[in-house]
C-alpha cells in the first residue's frame, strides 16, 4: 500500500445466498484519479460500492481507502468518502436547502446555512432552494443528491451509477461535478454502465463481468483490449444523444473525439 | 451517549419533527379513532356498561390514552420504513455520525408526536366530562407512565419498521396493540368476562397500565398494579429495544 493509493482492494467476495456477485475483486485506485466501474446490469456494482462505503460487509477479501479498513476502520472510512447512491437519497419533505443544511450539520460543520447556499448556486438550485424537493425534476434531485455528497469535501467520492435515468443535459451537469471533483484533487470512483461515460470521465477503467475484473486500465489499454463488436455498440450510444442536443442546441461537445477514437483526454483539453 | 451522538440525534430529530409539522394529518388520524370510541363508548354504549360509582367518561379514558399511543407508533414504523427504501439511512450510515442516532431521532419524534395526540384527546375528554383531582405528582406518575408506555410501544414499531417489506406491513403490527385494551379493565370490569378470557384480561400489560392511571386520575391507591405496569413497559422496551438493534446491526451494518 502506498500513499498514492485511496483505494485498494483484493480478493473480495460477497454472495447473496446462492447468487456469487462479487467472486474474488482486485482493485487499485491512484489517489486524485476518476475510476469508473464498469458493468452491465447486475453485474455487482452496486455491492461494491456499498462495501467500500461501509454498509455492507464483504464475505472475505479487504478493502482500504486511505489506508482504512472498510469492515474493522468503518468510522475512520466514513471520514473520508461521500456516497451518492445509485437512487438519489434527498429528503423529499425538507426542501433543497434543508437536506444541504441537514448534511452539513451532521458533518458536524460550521456554517451551514452558507455552506447550503453556495452549493445550490453552483449545481443551479437556487431558485428552487426552498421548494420542497418532492417538487424536483429528476434531474435536479439527482444534482440535489450531488451536492449533498459534497459536503464537507470528501477526499473519496463514490457515485454509483450517476447518471443512470438522466436526460442528456442533466447527464452533461453530472459529467461537469465530476470533472471538477477531479480538478479539486478528489479520487472519484463511479460505476457505469455506458462504455461512453466511462471514456468520457475515467482515467481509468475497470471492467466487472461474472464477479471479476475482466479488465483494468486506461481507455487506450483497454481499446487494444476491445473486440469491434463491442466498440460497435458504444457507437451507437450517443446517436440519439447527440441529435437531441443538435436539435435543442446545447453544446455538448467532445462526442467527435471518441468517435475519431482518440484518447479521453483529448476530451478533456477542450473543456 | 456522547456529546456527539446528542447532536446528531438532535439534527436528525429536528428533521423528522419537520416531516411531522408538515404533515399535521398523521396527529390529527391519530387521535381520530380514540376519539371516536371515546364518544361511541360513552354515548352509546355507556348507559349500558355499569362500572360501579364515577362516571363513565373517567373510567374509560385510560385504555383511550394506551389506544391513541398503539395507533400513534404505527407512523413510526411507516416512517422509518420509507427512509430505509428511499435511500436516505443509507447516505446517513455512510457518513460519520453516531450509528445509533438515526434511530433514536425516530424514537423521540414518536414521543413528540403521541405527546400531541395524547393531549388533544384528553382535551376532548375534559370536553366530554373527564374531571380528575389529580395533583401534579399524580399528573407526573401518569405523564411517566405513558412515556414509557410509548417508548415501549415505539421500540416495536422501530422492530416493524425495520423488517417490513411493505408499507402496508409497516404499520399492520399496530392493529393487534389497538384492539388489546379491548380485552382488558379498559372499557368494562374484568369479573364480568368468562373465565379464560379474564384470565387472560387480568394478566396482559393493558390492565395493569390502566388500573395505574385510572387509580392516578381517581386518587385511589394504585397498589401492586403500578409496578406491574412498570414491569410490563420496561420489559417490552427492552426487548424491543433489543431486537431492533440486533436487526438493525444486520440490515445496514
Ligand atoms: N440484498 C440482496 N439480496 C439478494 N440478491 C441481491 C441483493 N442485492 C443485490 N443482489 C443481486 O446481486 C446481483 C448484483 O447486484 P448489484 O450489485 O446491485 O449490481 P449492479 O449494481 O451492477 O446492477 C444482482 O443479481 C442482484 O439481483
Ligand atoms: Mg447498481
New interface residues.
Given amino acids: 500500500m502506498t500513499a498514492e493509493t485511496a483505494i485498494r482492494v483484493r480478493g473480495l467476495r460477497k454472495a447473496y445466498g446462492d447468487v456469487h456477485v462479487l467472486r474474488g475483486v482486485d482493485l487499485d485506485v491512484p489517489r486524485g484519479s476518476v475510476f469508473a466501474l464498469l458493468g452491465s446490469n447486475g453485474a455487482g456494482k452496486t455491492t461494491a460500492v456499498?462495501i467500500l462505503?461501509?454498509?455492507?460487509?464483504a464475505d472475505t477479501g479487504t478493502a482500504t481507502v486511505h489506508g482504512f479498513d472498510v469492515a474493522a476502520q468503518?468510522?475512520e472510512v466514513?471520514?473520508v468518502?461521500?456516497?451518492t447512491?445509485q437512487?438519489?437519497?434527498?429528503?423529499?419533505?425538507?426542501s433543497g436547502r434543508?437536506n444541504l443544511v441537514?448534511?452539513a450539520?451532521?458533518?458536524?460543520l460550521k456554517n451551514a446555512g452558507r455552506i447550503a447556499d453556495e452549493l445550490l448556486a453552483r449545481f443551479a438550485l437556487a431558485d428552487a432552494g426552498r421548494r420542497r424537493a418532492s417538487t424536483y425534476s429528476g434531474g435536479m434531485r439527482r444534482r440535489l443528491d450531488v451536492a449533498?455528497s459534497l459536503i464537507g469535501n470528501p477526499p473519496v467520492v463514490f457515485l454509483d451509477e450517476p447518471t443512470t435515468g438522466l436526460d442528456p443535459e442533466g447527464r452533461m451537469e453530472v459529467w461537469r461535478t465530476v470533472k471538477d471533483l477531479a480538478r479539486g484533487g478528489a479520487t472519484v470512483l463511479l460505476t457505469t454502465q455506458y462504455l461512453e461515460e466511462a471514456e468520457h470521465l475515467a482515467d481509468r477503467i475497470a471492467i466487472l463481468h461474472e464477479g471479476r475484473i475482466i479488465a483494468n486500465g486506461t481507455l487506450a489499454e483497454l481499446k487494444q483490449l476491445m473486440p469491434a463488436a463491442t466498440v460497435e455498440y458504444v457507437e451507437k450510444q450517443p446517436g440519439l444523444e447527440e441529435i437531441f442536443l443538435a436539435i435543442i442546441g446545447t453544446a455538448g461537445g467532445g462526442r467527435e473525439a471518441a468517435r475519431d477514437g482518440a484518447a479521453a483526454s483529448d476530451w478533456k483539453e477542450r473543456r | 451517549m456522547t456529546i456527539r451522538a446528542l447532536g446528531d440525534t438532535a439534527v436528525l430529530t429536528g428533521r423528522s419533527l419537520r416531516h411531522i409539522v408538515r404533515s399535521p394529518d398523521t396527529i390529527i388520524t391519530t387521535a381520530v379513532m380514540p376519539i371516536a370510541f371515546l364518544l361511541l363508548f360513552v354515548y352509546v354504549f355507556g348507559g349500558a356498561i355499569d362500572t360501579g360509582s364515577g362516571s363513565y367518561v373517567n373510567y374509560l379514558l385510560p385504555g383511550i390514552l394506551l389506544i391513541t399511543v398503539a395507533s400513534g407508533i404505527a407512523y413510526t414504523a411507516y416512517r422509518l420504513f420509507l427512509d430505509l427504501k428511499g435511500g436516505i439511512v443509507d447516505r446517513f450510515q455512510s457518513m460519520p455520525i453516531a450509528r445509533s442516532s438515526v434511530l433514536w431521532a425516530h424514537v423521540l419524534t414518536s414521543l413528540v408526536a403521541n405527546a400531541v395526540s395524547l393531549i388533544v384527546v384528553v382535551g376532548v375528554a375534559l370536553l366530554m366530562g373527564f374531571r380528575t383531582g389529580a395533583g401534579v405528582s399524580s399528573w407526573l406518575a401518569v405523564t411517566g407512565i405513558l412515556t414509557a408506555f410509548t417508548l415501549a410501544l415505539t421500540w416495536i414499531a422501530v422492530v416493524a419498521g425495520l423488517s417490513a417489506k411493505s408499507v402496508d406491513g409497516a404499520s399492520a403490527f399496530s392493529y393487534p396493540l389497538i384492539f388489546l385494551p379491548f380485552i382488558s379493565s379498559a372499557f368494562v370490569p374484568t369479573e364480568t368476562m368468562p373465565g379464560p378470557v379474564r384470565w387472560f384480561a387480568e394478566n396482559q400489560p393493558v390492565t395493569s397500565i390502566v388500573n395505574t392511571i385510572r387509580g392516578l386520575f381517581a386518587q385511589q391507591p394504585v397498589g401492586d398494579d403500578i409496578w406491574a405496569a412498570v414491569g410490563w413497559c420496561v420489559g417490552i422496551l427492552v426487548v424491543a429495544y433489543g431486537c431492533s438493534a440486533v436487526i438493525y446491526r444486520r440490515r445496514v451494518g
Fill in positions: 456499498r462505503s461501509t454498509l455492507l460487509t468503518a468510522a466514513r471520514e468518502i461521500s456516497l447512491g437512487f438519489a437519497a434527498v429528503d423529499e419533505i425538507l434543508e441537514l448534511v450539520r451532521l458533518r458536524h449533498m
